[in-house]
């Protein structure tokens, strides 16, 4: 039963933070297949690579300083690089495989954090149920308290991290500054991981108060990076979209609803006010497929190739049958 209760406390809070993730990418959601594969990298692949390689190493740790210090040694300078290169792999994987997926700086934190999710997921599930196993109640509820909300987000802040800097790689067009740009915030994801593990295991309850302090500013600070990539979206997505209007394209009411923070939401507020559920559909369609040529267009001023302005032609096709069909 104590299992049962563990598994179910953790995965609700987990399907609460996938939620939140999946609502950070305010334009342009990427397919919940997609995202759901993330998710699962990190629960399975990540989680199965870092314990083996994290055992691995352990072994020679644990036999020149004993089991306790081997144990504190290896959470804080083994398990920091092995972990947070598991569960990058997979933002590696997407950033070339998927291109057309991984367009910004906002795409690499949402990609970053349902790897580390996933991740989290699994070794909240273990670290509840080992206390359980060793028939500590009070350990398993102070356990899934600290880890999921005092120390909540942990390691998907800590991949979001590695996910900007293929973000900014994204946006840069020089690909050895875009690679430099990669270590580096791979490099501070380690040296964040490092932080907690560190102090967790060498200092105990100041140690961990200090990296409360730590871990709450850097969330607040990837908030604030999240803020900064909604409005640089939003100013370019209007440009873009700016010049369909003057083609001809897009109608000025449709670029409103775009252009505008809250402009889809008012449109539809006075659909559903008046019982216009057929022009609720219409205005998420016309925002998708506006926001979806925008973020086309960007792609091919970065890189023009034949299929991409050939998904522009077809989405302005689609758009001009949409504004026909519903006038």
């Not at 190493?57 to 690089?81: D, I, R």
Request: proline share 2%; with cysteine.
């Amino acid at each position: 039963m104590g299992y049962l209760v563990g598994i179910l406390a953790v995965s609700v809070t987990t399907a609460a933070s996938l939620i939140l993730i999946w609502f950070l990418d305010r334009f342009e959601k990427d397919p919940l297949w997609l995202l759901a594969l993330v998710f699962l990298w990190g629960a399975v692949p990540a989680a199965a690579a870092a314990l083996i390689f994290n055992t691995l190493f352990s072994l020679p740790l644990h036999f020149m300083f004993g089991p306790k210090a081997g144990l504190a040694l290896t959470a804080s300078f083994v398990a920091p690089p092995v972990e947070e290169t598991a569960k990058g792999l997979a933002l590696l994987i997407i950033f070339f495989a998927l291109r057309h997926r991984f367009t910004d700086v906002l795409a690499g934190i949402i990609f970053g954090a349902m790897v580390g999710a996933g991740f989290a997921w699994v070794e909240d599930i273990s670290y509840i149920c080992g206390e359980f196993d060793r028939g500590a109640a009070e350990a398993m509820t102070a356990t899934f308290v600290a880890r999921v909300f005092i120390f909540g987000l942990g390691h998907a802040f800590l991949t979001a991290i590695t996910g900007i800097g293929f973000g900014f790689a994204r946006e840069v067009r020089s690909c050895w500054l875009g690679g430099l740009v990669v270590v580096f915030f791979f490099g501070l994801a380690i040296a964040f991981h490092f932080i907690r593990n560190f102090l967790l295991s060498f200092f105990g309850g100041p140690g961990a108060l200090l990296y409360l302090l730590v871990h709450w500013v850097g969330l607040f600070s990837l908030l604030a990076v999240i803020v900064g990539a909604w409005v640089y979206q939003w100013k370019w997505i209007r440009g873009e979209l700016r010049e369909e209007v003057a083609l001809g394209n897009v109608g000025e009411r449709d670029y409103r609803q775009v252009s505008k923070w809250f402009g889809r939401l008012g449109w539809e507020v006075r659909f559903f006010a008046a019982l216009d559920f057929r022009g609720v559909l219409r205005i998420r369609k016309m925002f998708n497929l506006l926001v979806n040529l925008a973020f086309l267009k960007r792609s091919y001023r970065r890189r023009p190739d034949e299929d991409t302005w050939r998904r522009i032609e077809e989405t302005r096709a689609r758009v001009a049958l949409l504004r026909r069909r519903f006038g």
